[in-house]
């Protein structure tokens, strides 16, 4: 359906009619309520610090360990995140830590080539870019090159110090 069709719809309903479909949204999707909630009292703190944490325990899980962390899921709440209309910054401080996790990841378990070091320098990528159109390079330039350092003699640290070279 249309966003075209679904205004038309709406705009059919009764002022309650449409606050039932919203309560209706609310109790049948979690991406929904989690919206609705950040909306109402929109604390890009505490969701930046939940969703870290999430993106923490998908590298390092409190039990055990992962063995194939994965890249799509970390990227999944970055993009529900901005899709929050959460600020430019929380964004990209989300974005970088999905590339800090890997990178210690990475080092923590000697591992990083193939689709691993791909989709982490995919990540790093699409932070820099994001950090680039953004303005927000000297904010987190300190943050980058401690993460680049820790990286400099471990598994995809040439790759990353190569992308970072083109925002530099």
């Known amino acids: 359906m249309s966003k075209a069709k679904l205004k038309k ?17 609310y109790d049948a999707r979690t991406e929904a309520k989690a919206y609705f909630e950040f909306y109402l009292t929109p604390d890009c703190t505490a969701e930046l610090e939940k969703l870290r944490m999430h993106i923490v325990h998908e590298f390092f899980p409190v039990r055990g360990l992962s ?5 799509a899921k970390c990227k999944k709440i970055v993009t529900d995140f901005a899709k929050m ?7 990209a401080d989300l974005m970088l830590t999905v590339t800090e996790q890997g990178n210690k990841w990475a080092l923590t378990y000697g591992y990083c080539e193939g689709a691993y070091e791909t989709a982490l320098a995919n990540s790093f990528a699409s932070a820099m870019d994001f ?17 680049l ?3 400099a003699n471990g598994w995809g640290g040439d790759c990353l110090r190569e992308i970072y070279q083109q925002y530099r």
Request: glycine share 2%; charged share 20%; proline share 4%.
């Open 9 to 25: 719809h709406l705009l059919a309903l009764s002022k309650e009619e449409i606050i039932n479909v919203v309560l209706d949204l």
């Open 67 to 71: 063995e194939n962390p994965s890249f």
């Open 85 to 91: 209309q959460a600020y430019p910054d929380c964004v």
């Open 131 to 147: 950090i680039f159109r953004n303005g927000l390079l000297l904010h987190f330039y300190e943050r980058i090159e401690r993460m």
């Open 149 to 151: 350092a820790s990286a």
